[in-house]
């Protein structure tokens, strides 16, 4: 079964959708009813008490805390974008203070510092979700040397047109293979190329994300009422694929 992660608010304000989870506790009930409908592990941004996004070690603890309550088994990640902290030594520091830890956490590699970042992460056993947007991005991440190391690669172009997407998407891959890196990719859009992208995933059979942080909207361009419809729907998505695939294959 394809590996699904629920990306359940990322640095959307919460006027963007009712349904978004900013407190430990409604980011807590959302990555248990997306783990219900069949995701595999929930990425979050934490949030301090005015619903600013943070890597301070209380708030990231009490974030760690509440969804391990509901949903014990379910692997949580959390964002460490350089616009949380943009200084990079100082978003380093906070990681180190950590005490209740993530399972993972994403790290972008085109922003300054991202090696000491994971590198930091990685001392406490935290695993890394590579993230690339770009071949640039993708050779920082090879010069790093922290490859064998790092749980995943989120492929992640950010071009709105698909076919543009797709081929940056080819070009990150293209630095990933020549550098022997033969880590799990998982691929995920944006906006308009979520679905696309998610449809391409699967007949890749790369991992895959969905939720909030990504699109409003379901497949057929309604709304979505909350995360775990998201991954409800992506779900059947993924299945249509596997079942498409197997009757090919046996064709």
């Keep these: 079964m394809t590996f699904l992660e629920a990306a ?62 509901a949903a014990p088994a379910l692997p949580v990640g959390i964002s460490t974008g350089a616009w949380i902290v943009p200084d990079p030594e100082a978003r380093a520091g906070h990681v180190r203070r950590w005490r209740e830890r993530p399972d993972f956490a994403s790290v972008n590699f085109d922003e ?34 922290l490859a064998p190391r790092c749980l995943r690669v989120l492929l992640e172009p950010q071009e709105e047109a698909v076919p543009v997407a797709l081929a940056t998407t080819a070009s990150i891959e293209q630095v990933l293979s020549g550098a022997g890196i033969a ?34 909207l379901l497949p057929g361009g309604e709304p979505a009422s909350d995360n775990a419809a998201l991954v409800a729907a992506a779900r059947r998505m993924l299945a249509d694929a596997s079942r498409a695939l197997g009757a090919k294959r046996d064709a």
Excluded: K, M, Y
């Design 183 to 216: 880590l799990p990719r998982l691929l995920h859009g944006t906006g308009v190329t979520t679905w696309p992208l998610l449809a391409e995933a699967a007949r890749r059979g790369c991992q895959a994300r969905i939720g909030l942080e990504d699109t409003l």
């Design 112 to 145: 300054p510092g991202a090696a000491d970042v994971a590198g930091a992460l990685l001392a406490l056993g935290v695993g890394v979700e590579a993230g690339l947007a770009s071949p640039a991005a993708a050779e920082a991440f090879v010069a790093s040397r």
């Design 8 to 69: 359940i608010n990322g640095a959307r304000p919460p006027a963007d959708h009712a349904g978004l989870p900013v407190t430990p506790a409604e980011q807590a009930r959302t990555a248990a009813a997306c783990r219900d409908q069949g995701a595999d592990a929930v990425h979050a941004h934490v949030r301090d008490d005015d619903g600013r996004e943070t890597l301070t070690a209380g708030a990231v603890g009490a974030l760690i805390r509440a969804v391990r309550a």
